[in-house]
């Protein structure tokens, strides 16, 4: 009997929330998980082969995130079966409040960009072979701050959130003729250490009234880059308790 091969996933933002809860999902249903992250590995992660499959990468610096494509192309060997764009950065000002349009500075609009919107880019126009060769999955993942102004999300966050569904759509177009399937995820309120204080007020208006977890965020980038998924291509699925309506 011949085993099928084992199945590759790069993930960036690996090390909490939503990136961790992908990870073992990926990790259960017997796929290989790549990790990038800008922290070397925590031995604390609990998956199999975790510090032989790390790449650390400062995202926020396009020269080190080019540099690191060599690393990755030998990790994966030919053929991507998935790639999730998960890293971002949500700054805040003093005491943790919202940094405006007002307020942003140059400097850190283009730290939030390379890091949620540009490294997007750099991998996955890098690694359009391998994801051809596997027939693969790309998933961005975008938020609810994406399309409507958030009272926590800083305007550079919403706005590279909002730029990436475009980018979603782009791809989508420019991957489908090489086989590889694009789309994006918009996450609301999950639970993670990214929440502010005073989420609980957001939380009381949802529809669902909960916080989502990000076991169930995981659930559908996994539906993503399976073939339970397979003539969808150019979609933002919201997963966010209705917050959208």
Not at 36 to 60: K, M, T, V, Y
Not at 61 to 82: Q, S
Not at 166 to 184: I, Q, S, W, Y
């Amino acid at each position: 009997m011949v085993m099928p091969e084992m199945k590759t996933l790069l993930l960036t933002g690996a090390s909490r929330g939503i990136g961790h809860a992908t990870v073992k999902r990926f990790s259960a249903e017997g796929w290989r998980v790549l990790t990038c992250s800008r922290q070397p590995f925590d031995p604390r992660c609990p998956w199999p082969g975790g510090e032989g499959n790390h790449i650390q990468i400062d995202l926020a610096d396009p020269n080190k995130t080019i540099a690191a494509i060599e690393v990755i192309k030998e990790k994966v060997n030919g053929r991507l079966d998935a790639l999730v764009n998960n890293a971002g950065i949500s700054p805040k000002g003093s005491g943790g409040a919202r940094l405006n349009t007002l307020d942003t500075d140059l400097r850190t609009w283009g730290h939030v960009f390379h890091v949620n919107f540009f490294s997007c880019v750099v991998l996955a126009r890098a690694l359009q072979a391998e994801l051809a060769a596997a027939q693969g999955s790309v998933v961005n993942v975008t938020s609810i701050a994406g399309s409507r102004v958030h009272p926590f999300a800083g305007a550079a966050y919403a706005t590279s959130k909002a730029a990436l569904a475009a980018l979603t759509r782009e791809m989508a177009h420019d991957f489908g003729p090489l086989g590889v399937r694009v789309n994006a995820i918009a996450p609301g309120e999950v639970e993670t250490a990214m929440l502010s204080p005073g989420t609980d007020k957001i939380v009381e208006k949802l529809p669902m009234q909960r916080l989502g977890q990000p076991r169930e965020v995981a659930d559908v980038i996994w539906f993503l880059c399976s073939d339970q998924s397979s003539y969808i291509s150019g979609a933002e699925i919201e997963v966010n308790g209705a917050q959208h309506v």
